[in-house]
């Protein structure tokens, strides 16, 4: 693996209301929006927040059967998992396969962002949903 790889890309947190949690994020600090999106596979529609140098990801259910929606359920709002970058994202799948973490695709999926991903489960992460992701383009933001 070479040393750029696994910059945290970003933070997801699980919102009710993306617009209501927008503006908390807009009072603690200056942020813009930069993207926002309906990922169906994932049943979630998401806004990117530009913080300093960091990304936050908001996430809001589309529907009842949205993996966020159970996360809300259980959980109430809060962070719901950490995104890293690769830059080789098969290579990756199947290095930390063969180190015993308990994937939850098989191949890697289209995310938000145009983006290749692949999720580990919390369980193998103690208790972290953790997003592996590549960008299939070069002008990612
Ligand atoms: N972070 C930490 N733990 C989580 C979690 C999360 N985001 N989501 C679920 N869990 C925990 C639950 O609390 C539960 O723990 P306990 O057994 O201790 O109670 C366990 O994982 C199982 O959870 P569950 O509610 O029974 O839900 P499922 O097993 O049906 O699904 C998971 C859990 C992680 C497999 C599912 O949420 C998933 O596939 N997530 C990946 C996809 C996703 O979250 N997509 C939305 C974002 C997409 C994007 O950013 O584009």
Not at 10 to 17: E, K, P
Not at 34 to 55: G, T, Y
Not at 58 to 83: M, R, Y
Request: one cysteine or more; proline letters at 5%.
């Amino acid at each position: 693996m070479r040393i750029k790889d696994f910059p945290l890309d970003h933070i997801a947190v699980a919102v009710f209301d993306l617009d209501e949690a927008t503006e908390r994020y807009a009072k603690l600090s200056p942020i813009s929006i930069i993207a926002e999106e309906v990922v169906e596979l994932q049943k979630v529609r998401v806004r990117f927040l530009q913080q300093a140098d960091h990304k936050i990801e908001l996430l809001q259910a589309t529907g009842p059967d949205s993996p966020v929606a159970k996360f809300l359920a259980k959980k109430g709002e809060g962070i719901h998992h950490l995104a890293f970058r690769v830059e080789d994202i098969h290579s990756e799948m199947e290095r930390l396969r063969k180190a015993g973490f308990q994937l939850l695709q098989g191949q890697p999926v289209t995310g938000a962002l145009n983006k290749w991903i692949f999720f580990i489960h919390p369980k193998s992460m103690g208790g972290v949903l953790v997003e592996i992701c590549q960008p299939k383009d070069q002008e990612y933001v």
